[in-house]
């Protein structure tokens, strides 16, 4: 359902008593900027254009064209006081959705996280890792939780993606099931990625930008 409005070239809030588990709009450009915080628990997501392009697709098969779609939380999450902060890129009025499938119990976030050059940066505990700036000669270390060890690039990231059917453009590692252990990268310059991990809604107790 439409939950608001965002006006042509600006910048504009929205506010709701509940979190969707959904949020998706539909635009020629991804907004510069994305904020969506869960008053008095922290921020749940908070992403400029190249970080939500990385994000874009993973929860699905298809896509609407020019179409956004992001996973906040496993389902409505009723009784929170929830802002969206979005600073629309297109030139014409945003229309704002949120839905929901079921009721949830736990907010889906995504961090940032800077990769300093050639310094190694390992990652655990996450559900997805975006890697959208990965050059072809940066490497990519996964351990999984059985002993299995993979080296992949940019390109096999890419391609393994597309196998398991996510609809993304940049290398991401997916541990949705929970059988990566860890992940080591490392790039020829600093980087960005972005760490999607689950957050127990009644554990937060307003550290939610801190765990």
Do not use: W
Not at 146 to 151: A, I, W
Request: negative net charge; hydrophobic residues 45%.
């Amino acid at each position: 359902m439409i939950i608001g409005t965002i006006p042509a070239s600006a910048t504009g809030t929205i506010n709701l008593t509940y979190l969707p588990e959904f949020l998706f709009f539909e635009a020629t450009a991804a907004p510069t900027l994305l904020r969506v915080t869960a008053l008095g628990d922290g921020v749940i997501l908070d992403m400029d254009n190249f970080g939500l392009e990385a994000i874009n697709g993973i929860d699905a098969v298809s896509r609407v064209a020019f179409g956004v779609l992001l996973r906040l939380s496993d389902g409505l999450i009723a009784g929170r006081n929830v802002e969206i902060v979005i600073a629309n890129a297109i030139a014409g009025v945003m229309t704002v959705r949120g839905f929901s499938t079921r009721q949830g119990s736990f907010y889906v976030q995504h961090l940032r996280q800077i990769i300093l050059a050639n310094s190694g940066q390992t990652f655990r505990d996450f559900s997805l890792l975006a890697l959208p700036n990965l050059g072809l000669a940066d490497t990519v270390d996964v351990n999984y939780q059985d002993g299995t060890s993979q080296r992949f690039n940019s390109v096999e990231l890419r391609q393994l993606a597309g196998i398991n059917g996510y609809q993304v453009v940049h290398p991401i590692v997916a541990n949705f099931d929970g059988t990566v252990k860890s992940v080591t990268v490392i790039t020829a310059s600093t980087h960005t990625a972005i760490l999607q991990r689950y957050a127990d809604v009644n554990a937060v107790n307003g550290s939610l930008n801190n765990t």
